[in-house]
């Protein structure tokens, strides 16, 4: 039984061509799983699946399918927002990694909206949502908001799999310089900036800088000369850029929405979480001085969540080995 995944073949369902951090973590995990000693394979789905690989992760050197091999001794993973590949197979076991819950409900939404675009349908054919009734799928969950929350909907075994930051960031912040900083407030523009612009329209006179129409490069090379990182979006999953921020040696503070409400997610200390609420604005604004003021100190208070971060990868591996050698074929 040991030896269940090691002889069979494992398809991740992937979209062609996008550059996103879910997509990556798909590209990552078929890696992982080759690297382990895994047959697995991605299998994109999309418009141009002639080059399906994206430039930025075709060093992860993976190869892909255009076809899923439907036998029972077979697995297929999904994303949460192509949950209705699942159902075009009837022997293959069939498997859900959980990027996000909140994006899952919005993709529903959207393709509510757009049900008679073509090109969905040329995609996503009969389109079939999925039923949390079915026992027969395995749920992978990407962080422990997500696994709480499918633990809500009454799934009885939830499995955590997590993911790991791109080498990038980690092997260009081996020596951060903690001393030479500016007076920067970094942030997401796509998330969360409602309430991002009443802190900056509280307090005109800081650099606030967005992350927007940025390089990879650029985006670390912004964070290695900032103090501060702020997100108040949603937190759907385990997001990439408080990470991102941190391992380039900002201070992070966040609000306490999803993911960022649960310290295995975003462990960082409580004082730099904060609900987005506008009797909070002063307190966070005098967070924002303090690390200003006193950046080396607060700077230091992040040393356990980049000790994590750069730990994540090897945290990975482990997590793929337990999943696919130990606990799934003792089911």
């Known amino acids: 039984m040991i030896q269940m995944f090691r002889d069979s073949k494992i398809f991740v369902v992937c979209v062609s061509k996008y550059t996103t951090g879910g997509i990556e973590l798909l590209h990552q995990l078929v890696y992982k799983l080759n690297s382990l000693g895994f047959k697995a394979?991605?299998?994109?789905?999309?418009?141009?699946?002639?080059?399906?690989?994206?430039?930025?992760?075709?060093?992860?050197?993976?190869?892909?399918?255009?076809?899923?091999?439907?036998?029972?001794?077979?697995?297929?993973?999904?994303?949460?927002?192509?949950?209705?590949f699942l159902y075009r197979y009837e022997k293959i076991r069939k498997a859900i990694w959980w990027l996000s819950i909140d994006n899952y409900y919005d993709s529903i939404k959207i393709l509510e909206k757009n049900k008679d675009n073509e090109k969905i349908k040329a995609l996503l054919g009969d389109f079939k949502y999925f039923n949390f009734?079915?026992?027969?799928?395995?749920?992978?969950?990407?962080?422990?908001?997500?696994?709480?929350?499918?633990?809500?909907?009454?799934?009885?075994?939830?499995?955590?799999?997590?993911?790991?930051?791109?080498?990038?960031?980690?092997?260009?912040?081996?020596?951060?310089?903690?001393?030479?900083?500016?007076?920067?407030?970094?942030?997401?523009?796509?998330?969360?900036?409602?309430?991002?612009?009443?802190?900056?329209?509280?307090?005109?006179?800081?650099?606030?800088?967005?992350i927007?129409?940025?390089?990879?490069?650029?985006?670390?090379?912004?964070?290695?000369?900032?103090k501060v990182y702020i997100d108040f979006g949603n937190h759907p999953g385990k997001d990439r850029l408080p990470r991102?921020?941190?391992?380039?040696?900002?201070?992070?503070?966040?609000?306490?929405?999803?993911?960022?409400?649960?310290?295995?997610?975003?462990?960082?200390?409580?004082?730099?979480?904060?609900?987005?609420?506008?009797?909070?604005?002063?307190?966070?604004?005098?967070?924002?001085?303090?690390?200003?003021?006193?950046?080396?100190?607060?700077?230091?208070k992040f040393d356990n969540y980049r000790a994590i971060i750069r730990n994540s990868e090897k945290d990975f591996e482990q997590q793929i080995l337990d999943i696919f050698e130990k606990q799934l074929v003792t089911q």
Not at 182 to 199: A, D, H, M, Q, S
Not at 212 to 226: A, C, G, H, P, Y
């Open 244 to 300: 991102e921020a941190a391992i380039c040696g900002c201070c992070v503070i966040t609000d306490k929405k999803g993911s960022a409400k649960y310290f295995k997610d975003v462990p960082i200390d409580a004082s730099f979480k904060f609900e987005d609420e506008e009797k909070n604005i002063p307190l966070i604004l005098n967070k924002i001085s303090e690390c200003f003021e006193n950046f080396h100190t607060e700077s230091l």
């Open 41 to 84: 394979y991605m299998f994109y789905v999309g418009e141009d699946t002639e080059n399906p690989t994206p430039d930025e992760y075709k060093k992860y050197n993976i190869q892909y399918v255009n076809t899923i091999e439907d036998d029972s001794k077979n697995l297929i993973i999904v994303p949460e927002v192509l949950t209705m």
């Open 133 to 210: 009734e079915d026992n027969n799928i395995i749920h992978l969950a990407q962080c422990e908001y997500i696994t709480e929350t499918l633990k809500e909907k009454n799934i009885p075994k939830v499995y955590y799999l997590s993911d790991y930051l791109n080498r990038d960031f980690l092997e260009n912040n081996l020596d951060n310089d903690l001393f030479n900083r500016e007076n920067i407030v970094v942030y997401n523009p796509k998330k969360g900036l409602e309430f991002t612009e009443k802190l900056m329209k509280a307090h005109k006179s800081i650099n606030w800088r967005p």
């Open 212 to 226: 927007i129409n940025m390089s990879r490069q650029e985006v670390i090379d912004l964070l290695k000369k900032s």
